[in-house]
């Protein structure tokens, strides 16, 4: 079963619709520092520079999450060897 949250990509300002799997779920700022072995602060400098991770952000409180999955994708994007 999936859950349907409307968020906003990014800086755009168009609405769509995110379908949640089961797996799958939004986390924090503060998630997601912990993950990647950050500062709050730096999560958020990275997000005004448009860097990876993407983000989105709530429709009806406009707070910031990102998706767990993306993250993942993400971790094992940058530590793969060039």
């Known amino acids: 079963m999936s859950k349907d949250i409307f968020v906003q990509r ?3 300002p168009e609405i769509i619709k ?3 799997d089961n797996d799958d ?3 924090t700022e ?5 993950i990647l072995g950050l500062k709050r602060r ?3 400098q ?3 520079l448009g860097k990876e991770p ?3 952000k709530l429709k009806d409180s406009g707070a910031v999450r990102y998706l767990l999955s993306e993250v993942y994708t993400y971790l094992s994007e940058s530590s ?3």
Not at 30 to 34: D, G, H, I, S
């Open 42 to 44: 730096t999560i958020q």
């Open 25 to 27: 779920r939004l986390i």
């Open 46 to 48: 990275r997000r005004y």
């Open 54 to 56: 993407g983000y989105f």
């Open 30 to 34: 503060k998630n997601l520092a912990t």
């Open 18 to 20: 995110l379908c949640l």
């Open 10 to 12: 990014g800086k755009s």
């Open 80 to 82: 793969s060897p060039e």
